[in-house]
C-alpha cells in the first residue's frame, strides 16, 4: 500500500489550499481513510476521515474543511478554507486496513491507522 501527498504550501491567512492523496495498492471503497496533522511540538491531531457511511471532522476545522473522495482515480481530497494559523501543520493521508471510520459509534483513535503517506506541509502566515 502506497500513500503520496501533494498539494501543501505557504499560504496567508484566510487562504484556500487543497491536499491531495494517491494510493496505489489499497481497496479502500467501503474503508476508511483521512488527514492527520501533527504540529511542531504538538500531538498528531485527526483532521478529518471518511468511508462510505459518512465524513468526520475535527471541530477546529468544521464548516473550513471538505473532505472528499474520487474512487475512480483511488484519491483523497483535503479541501482547506479560511485557513489559519493554527492550521500550520505536517498533514498525512492515512488509512485504516479493512475498517471503517468509527468503531461503537466513535471516531477511531489515530493508532488504528494502518497506513500513512509521507506528509505535505501547510503553513499558514
Known amino acids: 500500500v502506497q500513500l503520496v501527498e501533494s498539494g501543501g504550501g505557504s499560504v496567508q491567512t484566510g487562504g484556500s489550499l487543497r491536499l491531495s492523496c494517491a494510493t496505489t495498492g489499497y481497496t479502500w471503497r467501503t474503508f476508511c481513510m483521512g488527514w492527520v496533522r501533527q504540529a511542531p511540538g504538538k500531538q498528531r491531531e485527526r483532521v478529518a476521515s471518511?468511508?462510505?457511511?459518512?465524513?468526520l471532522y475535527a471541530d477546529s476545522v468544521k464548516g473550513r474543511f471538505t473532505n472528499t473522495r474520487d474512487t475512480t482515480r483511488n484519491a483523497l481530497y483535503l479541501q482547506m478554507d479560511n485557513l489559519r494559523p493554527e492550521d500550520t501543520a505536517m498533514y498525512y493521508c492515512?488509512?485504516?486496513?479493512?475498517?471503517?471510520?468509527?468503531?461503537?459509534?466513535?471516531?477511531?483513535?489515530?493508532?488504528?491507522?494502518?497506513?500513512w503517506g509521507q506528509g505535505t506541509q501547510v503553513t499558514v502566515s
Open positions: 492515512a488509512a485504516l486496513g479493512g475498517l471503517g471510520c468509527t468503531a461503537d459509534g466513535k471516531w477511531r483513535e489515530i493508532r488504528d491507522y494502518a497506513f
Open positions: 471518511i468511508d462510505n457511511g459518512r465524513t
